[in-house]
């Protein structure tokens, strides 16, 4: 409750204190009434901190809080009208002192009339909050000032970071239990038998059954594996169905399927499978719905296992068929306190200082060995100081605990105590999504801006970036969990544990239930994807009068076609996300929404235009659109917008002089030079006219981090020896070296490009993590790749000059040192492409040379996805320790057939194919010790193979990990026995236009061996 309080007034305050709000209030007249206003909501600020530790236990407390509230939240609409009021004369005068120019919003005959009601009303609430304020019988301790400054603590590398939030101590033995009931058989009655892991929250139940569902010998004893979070407490038979088949086939279209289909196709995938099924947080008790559940999953094979996860010995009883519930216990006092070290501690070290250890050791104790509890509070004390501070917390807060055996809220309520006021904001705020959502962070950190609980520790750090520490201190406390990185290393997934959500929930946003407090309305979708369109949604004038202090509005994949001209009425909205509706156009109305600083319009595949009037919107940070197809040019006054960091692209229109503007309405180039925050920039249609990148003045964009230039997407390469006839490629180089940006560039993508070299600043992005080129026509040569060694994803594509990537000729030491951090490598349609190096030079005469597979691990130690596509000179196939998907198209079959069978030396001396293709002695010795790596591809798809590929050579026996396998157009494919049948792992299978595949002797394949498979999909076949 505190948290909202504390967090309106500081926004109050904070307004207030803006120079134009000033010299408004002067004009007007009402500077005193501001000053008194101010005075008083800074006394009623000074108490808040002590009122919210109060409430907790005194109703009296509470009531006066939720009196306040309604009374702040009337003052900080009229404070944020008046700072409104500010912004809209910025928008209005142009390099002109406000004070002057005010008086063009009111008339002179009725300037008296609103300064007497302005003035009125200032009193009236000041009069209000005075009596709040004395209005009580009760004490309240004065704080003034931030109680607690942002935690110091030790930079943490980010893979170590995230691998010790993953840190499992004293489960071994757990594990080890439940992998016997999962494949021991012997005492099965029935074919299906559940396994009930029981246990209070906070013990690691999800933990425990995430470690079994990933162990190796599960994996290759069971055929069909499922895993599907129950979090909700109404227990929708047909919901979990839809979860579940979801859970075999994500593409599976299931959202508004009845009932009837659901089970028939639920019973189609498990039919005849030994399989696996994780209901994750059961709750539901009431027996018959169970027993319909247990029905419908009745025809797996012998051996298939469900196991349950519950805090309810009920709910386990209920599901419960021969095996009795595992009981989860808690952690002993040695394992309790190795998890909390490495918490607690730097590095996981116990220290010298006995004392500490013992007040460490006394704290854990009262944490009744349950994991998470035992995180929290670890983390919690790693940043305070163990000399005063650990036992003041032992002594104090920690001994008032009375925890019943089990519940850990009060526990993890200590650690919310300690946070800062603005992380309890952000923390609480999370109460509004659902259980088990994926929360796009980069959203929620706009959405807490939104509120206005980020403050920035200094003028040169920007709230975005503010927002980020918060939610890695929020992250590193255990507040979030089950994290995935971008290709930056940045999470941009999280999901909260189902008991911290629980705490948010018991911790209220707000206290008032007037519409008028609402500030926030969200409708989360349950798919991360969200292309579940939900139910049509359409929004009245009256929706909008009634929640005016409204600061975010969350439409996304709502359905609504149209966005009311009252819209303009939400004066205090922050966030406006309409994406993925079908919405065609906005109303002009939306530019009075001056404090608007997110505006999210992605996939509006309609959408043609902006309102013309876009430039007003000088709050604007985030303005996200991708996917608007029909958008052909940008609208002026772009570059007043000089706070936006976020611009999906910037559009040149057709037919215009890039240089010197476009007409009344029509954005310049020029337009960029004032946006110096932004983080983010594509260009499109640069083909459309020489173009002086220098005035976007990319070398002053500090923050800027990706860059795509765009000449042309099309990939027709007459269209693009056309287009780039009209133009010299000297004339694109002069273009190219005017977009240099900064040094701290992370990803670069050129398109079109009609140079035939590469601006020298391209070779001084050292950090680049990203590298691009595509429809480079005439590039010759490339940049050596080896100056980039966090090059993390490399896409060359429609290059048909290119010969070699690096000119140089191959040395082992190259090999060696090149690309040690490359991950992700696509090369497509390049048609001339030979080799990663040229061949070697022996006494003045060149010597083709085939490289020996086994160097290749070398080259590329982290590659774990490549595709190869249009390649039909390639004379070696990249691969890598760590391969798990691989795309081979319209390339020859040779190079991967000699990469594979170098590195599966049991196939090297079985294999059929002709001697000459077997390799020599010393690459097989080398191979060896790469024979194992085979087995971690999971993903193999070959397309368009027309040489050689006449049937599954015997080292397809070593894909034991392939769960996606897939043909298209490979015209002479004629057999898939018997090799198909050992690919254990097999889950879908796909055959397509493979005109010479003999499908007609249905004993040549034994598909009961491929038991793991649960698509198989013929299309297209004679």
């Not at 801006?449 to 980020?454: L, P, R, S």
């Not at 509706?581 to 002009?588: D, Q, Y």
Request: neutral net charge; proline residues 3%.
């Amino acid at each position: 409750m505190e948290a909202v309080v504390s967090n309106i007034t500081e926004g109050i305050v904070g307004r207030l204190g803006f120079e134009a709000v000033r010299e408004i209030a002067l004009f007007w007249g009402v500077n005193e009434e501001l000053i008194g206003l101010e005075e008083t909501i800074l006394t009623i600020k000074a108490v808040l901190a002590n009122a919210e530790k109060k409430q907790i236990h005194s109703d009296q407390v509470k009531t006066w809080l939720s009196r306040l509230e309604d009374v702040v939240c009337e003052a900080d609409d009229l404070v944020d009208g008046i700072s409104t009021e500010a912004l809209r004369c910025q928008v209005m005068t142009s390099n002109t002192h406000i004070a002057k120019q005010v008086c063009t919003f009111f008339s002179t005959s009725n300037q008296l009339v609103f300064r007497h009601k302005m003035s009125h009303k200032i009193e009236s609430l000041q009069k209000k909050l005075a009596v709040i304020r004395d209005d009580r019988q009760f004490h309240l301790e004065e704080h003034h000032g931030e109680a607690q400054a942002m935690y110091n603590r030790v930079v943490r590398d980010t893979h170590s970071f995230v691998s010790e939030g993953e840190v499992v101590i004293g489960r071994e033995g757990d594990r080890m239990k439940i992998l016997q009931l999962l494949l021991d058989t012997k005492s099965d009655n029935e074919n299906v038998s559940v396994v009930n892991i029981v246990g209070h929250g906070g013990l690691g139940k999800t933990t425990l059954a995430r470690l079994v569902f990933n162990d190796e010998k599960v994996e290759k004893d069971f055929d069909l594996k499922m895993w599907v979070c129950v979090s909700d407490a109404d227990f929708d038979v047909g919901l979990l169905v839809q979860k579940i088949i979801k859970s075999i086939s994500n593409n599976q279209k299931v959202e508004n399927c009845e009932m009837e289909l659901l089970q028939k196709s639920l019973r189609e995938k498990i039919n005849g499978k030994r399989y696996l099924l994780v209901l994750d947080d059961l709750s539901n008790e009431k027996r018959k719905l169970w027993l319909k559940l247990k029905d419908l999953l009745s025809n797996g094979l012998d051996g298939s296992r469900v196991i349950v996860t519950t805090r309810s010995m009920v709910v386990a009883r209920i599901a419960k068929t021969t095996l009795e519930p595992y009981l989860l216990g808690n952690l002993d006092d040695d394992e309790s306190w190795s998890l909390f070290k490495k918490m607690a501690f730097v590095e996981g070290q116990e220290p010298n200082n006995s004392s500490i250890v013992q007040i460490g050791k006394e704290i854990v104790k009262k944490c009744k060995g349950i994991p998470l509890a035992i995180r929290t509070i670890g983390r919690m004390l790693y940043s305070k100081d163990r000399q005063t501070e650990w036992l003041s917390f032992h002594k104090t807060e920690f001994s008032k605990i009375s925890q019943d055996d089990g519940d850990i809220l009060p526990t993890l309520k200590l650690s919310y105590d300690c946070l800062t006021s603005n992380l309890k904001h952000c923390f609480s705020y999370c109460s509004l999504f659902p259980k088990d959502h994926y929360i796009n962070v980069e959203n929620l950190i706009k959405l807490w801006m939104a509120q206005g609980f980020i403050k920035a520790s200094d003028a040169n750090q920007s709230l975005e970036d503010m927002g980020r520490e918060y939610f890695m201190e929020l992250y590193w406390r255990s507040f979030f969990q089950e994290v995935e990185e971008d290709e930056f290393g940045n999470i941009d997934y999280c999901k909260m544990h189902d008991l911290m959500h629980d705490l948010a929930v018991k911790i209220p946003i707000s206290l008032s239930q007037t519409a008028n407090s609402i500030r926030t309305v969200l409708l989360p979708s349950r798919q991360r994807e969200g292309y579940a369109l939900r139910e049509s949604l359409q929004l009245c004038d009256a929706t909008f009068s009634n929640f005016k202090l409204l600061h975010a509005l969350d439409l996304h994949d709502s359905g609504l076609t149209t966005l009311s001209n009252s819209i303009g009425k939400l004066r205090h909205l922050r966030y406006l996300d309409l994406s993925s509706t079908k919405i065609k156009a906005l109303p002009n109305s939306i530019t009075k929404l001056q404090n608007l600083e997110t505006l999210k319009l992605s996939g509006l595949g309609e959408f043609k235009e902006f309102p013309r009037d876009m430039k007003k919107l000088i709050s604007l940070r985030h303005l996200e659109f991708v996917g608007m197809r029909d958008l052909r040019h940008m609208l002026s006054g772009l570059g007043q917008l000089t706070n936006l960091q976020t611009l999906s692209y910037f559009v040149l229109s057709k037919g215009t002089n890039l240089r010197h503007g476009c007409g009344d309405h029509v954005a310049e180039l020029k337009e960029l030079m004032p946006l110096n925050s932004l983080r983010d920039l594509c260009i499109l249609n640069l083909r459309h006219g020489i173009t002086d990148g220098t005035a976007t003045n990319l070398k002053e964009k500090q923050y800027l981090h990706s860059l795509e230039l765009d000449w042309s997407s099309s990939n027709d390469r007459k269209y693009l020896e056309v287009t780039m006839g009209s133009t010299s490629s000297d004339e694109y180089e002069i273009t190219l070296e005017s977009f240099q940006p900064v040094l701290n560039m992370k990803s670069l993508q050129l398109k079109g490009y009609g140079g035939v070299r590469l601006s020298r600043w391209v070779f001084s992005l050292k950090k680049l993590v990203r590298f691009s080129l595509s429809n480079y026509i005439k590039c010759q040569t490339l940049p050596p790749l080896d100056q980039f060694p966090s090059l993390n994803k490399l896409d060359l594509y429609n290059m048909p000059l290119i010969e070699y990537i690096s000119d140089d000729f191959f040395t082992p030491s190259k090999a060696a040192s090149l690309m040690p951090s490359l991950e992700v490598l696509y090369l497509g349609d390049l048609s001339n492409l030979k080799g990663w190096w040229r061949d070697t030079v022996t006494n003045g005469t060149s010597e083709s040379t085939t490289m020996p597979s086994s160097s290749m691990f070398l080259y590329f130690p982290r590659l774990s996805g490549s595709r190869i596509e249009g390649c039909p000179k390639l004379k070696f196939l990249p691969f890598s320790p760590s391969i798990t998907r691989l795309t081979l198209e319209s390339s020859t079959w040779m190079p991967f057939h000699r990469t594979m069978m170098s590195i599966t030396t049991e196939e090297t001396s079985s294999s059929s194919s002709s001697s000459s293709l077997t390799p020599s002695s010393s690459t097989q010795l080398i191979a060896s010790s790469f024979s194992h790596l085979v087995s971690t591809l999971k993903y193999l798809w070959l397309c368009h193979i027309d040489d050689d590929l006449h049937f599954l050579p015997n080292w397809f026996k070593s894909l034991t990990s392939l769960g996606s396998l897939g043909f298209d157009g490979c015209s002479k494919l004629k057999h898939l026995s018997p090799i198909i049948q050992h690919l254990v792992s097999l889950r879908e299978l796909y055959i397509i236009r493979c005109n010479e595949l003999d499908m007609s002797n249905a004993k040549v394949i034994s598909w009961k061996a491929c038991k793991s498979l649960v698509s198989l999909s013929f299309i297209s076949l004679p």
